[in-house]
């Protein structure tokens, strides 16, 4: 901010003005004032923590991992059972959908008896077979008859049908796609097999393993980084996760191990077209894929440490070193990338940018209280207060009659036909309005009953969002609830005026409900 304001406010006022006038730049500000007053390690994800989830759970607790897109804990688990010396026949896992009910229950009964895991995988497939977990969980897996080192693991993406006691009783464990090319980077080199030693160091051309090794997860984290730009970045969001970068990753040691020249051609095929290119349906996605890999399997990553993956110089294959020197060198890099890095234009941020603001105060607004404490007044209250004060500025319906005799459908005047139009339009979405306002304030009072549609508009309203039945009949608008009421006001007196005092001289082009058919209107009258 520009002196004196720079001294002047505190970090908090900076963020209000910051939100006033780039609402695209929060997301920045935020991390920037949580690194000031809390520290850095509170915007740097943790590494998944298996060991300390499993610590916390008991024979008769399931383990609940939260699915989320581009992440799969399934590698890790298998991992961590072999850490533990429950790897092969003592893990168990199938994954639920149509008839694999009674499977998973034969599976359970045994695995109780005998003290070994069974993972049951996409629970969120099964709805109609929650019911039969959630009783198992009650009483067949209780501590009288269950060996101690007996687990139930459960996979599922967040699914209203989920049962609630579950939840509650177990442990729950979430494993996000990391935000941000360096947190992608980092959380690629932190995770099997990268982090194994013997893996990292088993190549018989180490140099060239590391140096695209290097370019695999940086290209790794590309693709997955590309989705948050919406169409600017695929066509269509691709699920690219972990197990994606696993078998390119086991590929190219493999390739680099049994050929004394690199196959480039091989290897771009291999991870382009089958290992991420499998799950490219659009011509266009799977082209831009082929484009993005050829800038980082060819042989100028393994000769050139002066070769730059961004035109910046910011990013680049490091000079080859030991694990930890890779390590230091992706924590040094920007934590909020340029898209030059992605090949898109500084302006794709903004979008991408805006979405996640409307995210974060989405997410802050959910938090909110809805009881008041103190002398405050209660949501109940300030709901009615506010549907009153709406109702007593809102007038009434236009006369539709009364104008259409005053502005017959006439071939001389297009205007008129406009005019009657836009009446209809707002005399729809005014009566919506006013009516919703009337059910509310009488549900409140318990005179009618809160549906679920007058429920959702009491939450919208006490967050000043607009509900969603006043914008399904609305024009399009992205204000606030108080910033759309005074708008919706300003467009009926406009339009009023037009009733009683004739055609206006000048027109509020943003002011009608469909701006083309004034557009069209005003066409058919110059012709």
């Known amino acids: 901010l ?34 000031e007053h809390m520290g850095r390690s509170y915007i740097e994800p943790p590494t998944f923590d298996l060991a300390g989830s499993f ?90 008859r269950t060996h101690k080192s007996f687990r139930l693991w459960l996979t599922s993406y967040p699914s209203p049908k989920f049962p609630v006691t579950i939840l509650q009783n177990g442990v729950k464990m979430t494993n ?15 995770n099997d097999p990268l982090s194994d030693p013997t893996f990292f160091s088993g190549c018989n051309d180490n140099h060239a393993f590391h140096k695209l090794l290097f370019a695999l997860c940086f290209f790794h984290a590309i693709v997955q980084e590309r989705r948050k730009f919406g169409p600017l970045g695929w066509n269509i969001p691709y699920e ?11 590929q190219l040691q493999m390739f680099l191990n049994e050929y004394k020249d690199t196959p480039y051609v091989a290897l771009r095929y291999l991870t382009g077209e089958c290992n991420y290119g499998g799950r490219v349906t659009d011509d266009k996605d799977r082209r831009l894929l082929m484009s ?32 930890e020197s890779y390590l230091e060198y992706i ?38 209280p809805r009881q008041a404490s103190g002398e405050g007044k209660s949501p109940q209250e300030v ?23 005053k502005y017959p459908v006439v071939y001389e005047e297009s205007m008129n036909t406009v005019l009657i139009q836009e009446l209809t339009r707002f005399n729809n979405l005014t009566s919506v309005v006013r009516q919703s306002l009337v059910d509310i304030i009488k549900a409140i009072k318990g005179l009618v009953v809160m549906s679920a549609d007058l429920e959702a508009m009491f939450q919208s309203m006490l967050v000043g969002k607009v509900p969603e039945m006043w914008a399904a009949k609305s024009y399009p ?29 000048v027109f509020w082009l943003s002011g009608f409900y469909f701006t083309q058919s004034f557009l069209t209107g005003a066409t058919q009258n110059f012709a």
């Open 176 to 190: 996000e796609p990391p935000k941000g090319l360096r947190a992608n980077l980092l959380r690629s080199y932190l």
């Open 55 to 144: 610590g916390d759970s008991t024979a008769c607790a399931p383990l609940i991992f939260v699915l989320s897109p581009g992440a799969d804990p399934m590698s890790a688990l298998m991992k961590f059972a072999d850490d533990e010396g429950m790897g092969g026949d003592k893990l168990e896992t199938i994954s639920l959908g149509q008839g694999q009910g009674p499977i998973a229950v034969k599976m359970i009964n045994k695995a109780i008896q005998r003290g070994t895991w069974v993972v049951l995988q996409n629970c969120h497939l099964a709805e109609s077979w929650l019911p039969s977990l959630e009783k198992i969980c009650e009483e067949t897996i209780v501590p009288e």
């Open 292 to 323: 993005i890999i050829g800038r980082f399997y060819i042989p100028e990553v393994v000769d050139n440490d002066q070769f730059r993956f961004s035109p910046s110089g910011d990013y680049y294959a490091p000079m080859d070193g030991p694990y």
């Open 331 to 368: 924590r040094s890099l920007p934590l909020i990338p340029n898209p030059e890095v992605f090949g898109l234009h500084e302006n794709a941020d903004i979008t991408k940018d805006q979405q996640e603001t409307n995210n974060l105060f989405t997410s802050v607004l959910i938090t909110l």
């Open 477 to 505: 608008s992205l204000k606030p609830l108080g910033s759309y009421i005074i708008d919706l006001l300003a467009r009926l007196n406009f339009f009023q005026n037009w009733v009683t005092k004739g055609i206006p001289n």
């Open 240 to 250: 690219f996760n972990e197990s994606d970068l696993r078998i390119s990753v086991k």
């Open 383 to 405: 709901i009615t207060a506010l549907s009153n004060d709406i109702l007593s500025k809102l007038p009434n319906n236009f006369n539709e009659e009364k104008a259409l005799k």
């Open 2 to 35: 520009p002196d004196p304001w720079h001294l002047a406010l505190t970090p908090m006022q900076k963020l209000i003005v910051l939100r006033c006038l780039r609402s695209d730049k929060i997301v920045p500000g935020v991390q920037d004032f949580i690194v």
